[in-house]
């Protein structure tokens, strides 16, 4: 079965600094690959997705994460935080081989930037 | 192009009783899928709907079921209501063109309380 291990449900940087939200999967075979945000209050919005393309994904409002599959990973990625970027952050994966194009979901990591 | 739209917004429903929530997809989508989200938790996969057949269902009991009506809109209703089914019911529609890399497009939700 799949599943997805968020790392960090919280985690807190200054505004310009790195943001890196870490993403591990587990599947038997290479899955497709979501992270969507969360502002309050509000729906999910896609930030970007792999689908077995280009390896480094660029998303939306300067994003972009990486597919390594010797490490199971697609951490997400910002080089300069702004306070905008405050939310909380979804991994998921879907199934290639699946019947439909269910997602399933980490447990989120909550962003802080702090002025 | 209209977004995904959901309604109420809000319901506060007491245990035992039945709840109808409701969803508009974003035009020229015919797929649907519901997803519940508990607080503090990333969404569950209720179940999904293709040309108004159920195509597909997560680990939910049959109280909760589903509709999808000729112009894609969709129903979600739980029945006999339990104090553990108050949190964020979203629904996501997309056009279904490559099957498991389909991106879902999220309303804003419906935030149900049962006491």
């Known amino acids: 079965a799949q599943s997805v291990t968020q790392l960090g449900s919280h985690v807190s940087v200054s505004e310009g600094a790195l943001v890196l939200l870490r993403c591990n999967y587990s599947?038997?075979?290479?899955?497709?690959l979501f992270w969507y945000v969360q502002y309050p209050n509000q729906g999910l919005q896609l930030l970007l997705k792999y689908t077995s393309a280009a390896t480094l994904v660029k998303g939306i409002n300067g994003f972009e994460a990486e597919f390594k599959k010797s490490e199971t990973s697609f951490h997400l990625t910002k080089p300069s935080a702004h306070m905008s970027d405050a939310a909380e952050y979804f991994c998921?994966?879907?199934?290639?081989?699946?019947?439909?194009?269910?997602?399933?979901f980490g447990t989120g990591t909550l962003l802080a930037v702090q002025p | 192009e209209t977004g995904v739209t959901q309604s109420p917004t809000h319901l506060i429903k007491t245990r035992g009783q039945q709840v109808t929530l409701r969803c508009s997809s974003q035009s020229g989508h015919n797929t649907v899928s519901w997803y519940q989200q508990a607080l503090g938790q990333g969404p569950q996969f209720i179940f999904q709907y293709y040309r108004e057949e159920e195509n597909g269902r997560g680990n939910f009991p049959p109280r909760f079921s589903g509709l999808q009506f000729p112009n894609y809109s969709s129903e979600l209703n739980v029945n006999a209501l339990e104090l553990d089914d108050s949190a964020l019911y979203l629904c996501?529609?997309?056009?279904?063109?490559?099957?498991?890399?389909?991106?879902?497009?999220f309303g804003p939700g419906t935030r149900l309380t049962v006491l």
């Open positions: 996501a529609s997309s056009l279904p063109s490559g099957g498991a890399s389909d991106t879902q497009y």
């Open positions: 998921a994966v879907s199934d290639p081989g699946g019947a439909t194009n269910k997602l399933i």
């Open positions: 599947s038997s075979v290479p899955p497709y």
